[in-house]
């Protein structure tokens, strides 16, 4: 089970794998699982709860590991977003049973294509090496005696990186530090400028977070504070400004085929359980009110163009009525 508004590949390899997925409600602070949401769906048929640290901000793993330590689950966290995020001190990907960490080209830390599996048990280990290594990793790796007999066929698949993407993968990770400090100071300088713009929602960042890599900053657009001016409106006035801005692109994982539908493509005849769209939910609110704004990566550098950010926002703010009377009647 997973969160219903995430990236869909956090929770997709599921269905190739003749598995069922079933989806809870979003915290709208965090924007991954919320525990109540997750106890609430639990059955005796949940085997994995998968967590996805959104954006970079983790996900609440005190009352997530309760949660599954009571219910004798485990606990597959996708750090994608959130290489270098901590949560109450400790780095993300170290809670779960295994966690995973995209390095596709637009990450934080980034190979082109590839990613990494950390695990603490031995068991996850040893099947994922014989998982994506057949031949001599898996005869140098896999400790379990029993599971290295499959050294020369692996299970049977080769999934590995291309060793040039981990060479760009080492060096990304290099620059990595240099890189989050910077976002970090320019997203801060963001939250500041756009703190007085009533019609924006604060991201909400908890005391005891590090954001890491900082995947998206993504606020919520509260439109009852501008006249009730549609968000792609607002969109609309804010790309006229020249701002790179827009809606994130993916929807709730509910409204996909993939998810929604009862066979599984993959393996025709084989029903699954389907998911309806939950309205109402937070994850819809959220997926109807999130503005996509861009992260900026070079300290000092971009505090200008951010300045221009922010000053676009507060120019449709004191314009409001003229946009409200666009919105009413756009071809006027
Ligand atoms: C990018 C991303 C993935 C997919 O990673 P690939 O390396 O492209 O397969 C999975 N989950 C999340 C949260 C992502 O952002």
């Not at 998982?131 to 898996?138: A, K, P, V």
């Given at each position: 089970?997973?969160?219903?508004?995430?990236?869909?590949?956090?929770?997709?390899?599921?269905?190739?794998?003749?598995?069922?997925?079933?989806?809870?409600?979003?915290?709208?602070?965090?924007?991954?699982?919320?525990?109540?949401?997750?106890?609430?769906?639990?059955?005796?048929?949940?085997?994995?709860?998968?967590?996805?640290?959104?954006?970079?901000?983790?996900?609440?793993?005190?009352?997530?590991?309760?949660?599954?330590?009571?219910?004798?689950?485990?606990?597959?966290?996708?750090?994608?977003?959130?290489?270098?995020?901590?949560?109450?001190?400790?780095?993300?990907?170290?809670?779960?049973?295994?966690?995973?960490?995209?390095?596709?080209?637009?990450?934080?830390?980034?190979?082109?294509?590839?990613?990494?599996?950390?695990?603490?048990?031995?068991?996850?280990?040893?099947?994922?090496?014989?998982?994506?290594?057949?031949?001599?990793?898996?005869?140098?790796?896999?400790?379990?005696?029993?599971?290295?007999?499959?050294?020369?066929?692996?299970?049977?698949?080769?999934?590995?990186?291309?060793?040039?993407?981990?060479?760009?993968?080492?060096?990304?990770?290099?620059?990595?530090?240099?890189?989050?400090?910077?976002?970090?100071?320019?997203?801060?300088?963001?939250?500041?400028?756009?703190?007085?713009?009533?019609?924006?929602?604060?991201?909400?960042?908890?005391?005891?977070?590090?954001?890491?890599?900082?995947?998206?900053?993504?606020?919520?657009?509260?439109?009852?504070?501008?006249?009730?001016?549609?968000?792609?409106?607002?969109?609309?006035?804010?790309?006229?400004?020249?701002?790179?801005?827009?809606?994130?692109?993916?929807?709730?994982?509910?409204?996909?085929?993939?998810?929604?539908?009862?066979?599984?493509?993959?393996?025709?005849?084989?029903?699954?359980?389907?998911?309806?769209?939950?309205?109402?939910?937070?994850?819809?609110?959220?997926?109807?009110?999130?503005?996509?704004?861009?992260?900026?990566?070079?300290?000092?550098?971009?505090t200008k163009l951010i300045d221009q950010y922010a000053e676009a926002?507060?120019?449709?703010?004191?314009?409001?009525?003229?946009?409200?009377?666009?919105a009413a009647d756009p071809s006027r």
């Amino acid at each position: 089970m997973g969160p219903a508004l995430t990236y869909h590949a956090a929770l997709s390899p599921v269905f190739a794998l003749r598995g069922d997925v079933v989806l809870a409600d979003i915290d709208p602070d965090t924007r991954g699982l919320d525990p109540k949401a997750l106890q609430a769906v639990l059955t005796e048929h949940t085997k994995v709860i998968t967590v996805v640290h959104q954006w970079g901000h983790p996900c609440d793993m005190d009352a997530i590991l309760r949660i599954a330590e009571r219910h004798g689950l485990r606990v597959l966290e996708d750090c994608s977003h959130a290489h270098g995020s901590r949560y109450k001190g400790r780095p993300v990907g170290t809670f779960g049973d295994a966690a995973v960490f995209s390095l596709q080209a637009n990450k934080a830390v980034y190979a082109g294509e590839g990613g990494i599996l950390v695990t603490s048990d031995p068991q996850v280990h040893d099947r994922a090496t014989l998982l994506g290594h057949y031949r001599d990793r898996s005869r140098d790796a896999v400790l379990d005696e029993d599971l290295r007999a499959h050294w020369v066929t692996g299970f049977g698949l080769k999934l590995r990186m291309s060793p040039f993407n981990a060479i760009v993968a080492r060096h990304a990770l290099a620059a990595f530090p240099a890189r989050k400090e910077a976002r970090h100071r320019c997203l801060r300088h963001f939250g500041e400028r756009l703190g007085d713009v009533t019609y924006l929602e604060p991201v909400h960042i908890a005391d005891h977070v590090d954001m890491g890599a900082w995947y998206g900053y993504k606020p919520l657009y509260r439109p009852e504070a501008l006249g009730g001016v549609p968000r792609s409106v607002l969109i609309e006035a804010l790309r006229a400004e020249g701002m790179e801005v827009g809606a994130p692109s993916s929807p709730r994982l509910s409204t996909l085929p993939l998810y929604a539908r009862p066979e599984n493509p993959l393996f025709p005849g084989t029903p699954k359980k389907g998911i309806t769209p939950e309205t109402g939910s937070h994850a819809e609110h959220v997926e109807r009110h999130a503005l996509s704004l861009p992260t900026f990566t070079n300290w000092p550098d971009d505090t200008k163009l951010i300045d221009q950010y922010a000053e676009a926002f507060h120019k449709i703010g004191r314009h409001r009525e003229a946009l409200v009377r666009y919105a009413a009647d756009p071809s006027r």
